[in-house]
């Protein structure tokens, strides 16, 4: 088995970036879902569940300093890494973190795309947000992502799915950060502890799905047959949701790369 893919998601809910390599540090990937768009008036999170426009954002990581946003019919913006001079208090399910703001020039270029009054956030690896403690130990901490580090997800199981629909999908609609080959289908699922080069992963959980998957990459359209996720209900549909991949908390820091061996631990 190896790593397939490596993928990384500066924005929250926008569209991904495919890697050879990255390290990680205390929150993940770095620079993984560091940056998040809020409501305007209440500072809570909007992705693609409410929002499918988001999926046509394009968000690239400049590295400490920048991000660099892109749209269809916007010029890009060049939106720098804020300091604490404008903090805000903003919602992540039932986080609220109080976090950098972007700043004006952020906010009107991503309420002008998306058509409502929104804001720019950043997370610092500093400003970490706890792990849910039933299934992490204090002070394992994530970005702006769902609730854990990392994702991962076997291209076998892909493979599977995409037989079962009967059309192609793509792995980005999935979100993972950790595509691995050479596995059986769903093998994931009985994973406890990976390796992944000289990096060690705790499986915490199943990933439950929502309708994001449903929504088309490149048109920001759902799925008139709710494609993948009608297929998956039929088969992946446990207590608690419908499960796709595995949520995964790093045992320390390191380097990650295409190609590299994985071994199950446990």
């Not at 892909?158 to 192609?168: I, K, M, N, Q, S």
């Not at 449903?214 to 992946?236: F, N």
Request: charged share 20%; with cysteine; net charge neutral.
């Amino acid at each position: 088995m190896h790593l397939s893919s490596l993928y990384r998601f500066p924005l929250k809910s926008a569209a991904g970036e495919s890697l050879q390599r990255c390290a990680s540090d205390s929150l993940g990937l770095i620079g993984d879902r560091r940056w998040m768009v809020v409501a305007a008036g209440t500072g809570r999170f909007l992705t693609q569940r409410a929002v499918p426009r988001m999926a046509l954002l394009r968000a690239h990581w400049q590295g400490d300093t920048a991000l660099q946003l892109a749209a269809p019919g916007m010029p890009e913006l060049l939106v720098s890494v804020p300091g604490d001079q404008l903090m805000r208090c903003v919602q992540v399910w039932n986080n609220h973190p109080v976090v950098p703001d972007a700043g004006e020039a952020a906010a009107a270029w991503l309420s002008e795309f998306l058509g409502q009054a929104c804001r720019l956030v950043y997370l610092p690896e500093d400003y970490g947000i706890q792990v849910d403690l039933d299934y992490a130990r204090l002070g394992e901490n994530t970005a702006f992502s769902d609730g854990f580090p990392f994702l991962l997800i076997g291209q076998a199981s892909l493979d599977d799915l995409c037989a079962r629909v009967g059309r192609p999908l793509e792995m980005l609609r999935f979100r993972p950060n950790l595509v691995v080959a050479g596995a059986a289908p769903y093998a994931e699922d009985d994973w406890k502890r990976i390796r992944i080069g000289a990096l060690t992963f705790r499986v915490a959980k199943p990933c439950s799905r929502c309708a994001i998957p449903t929504i088309d990459l490149h048109t920001a359209e759902r799925s008139a047959d709710s494609e993948p996720l009608a297929t998956l209900l039929g088969y992946r549909k446990r207590a608690g949701g419908v499960f796709f991949g595995q949520n995964l908390i790093a045992e320390g820091r390191g380097l990650l790369e295409v190609g590299m061996p994985v071994e199950v631990l446990e």
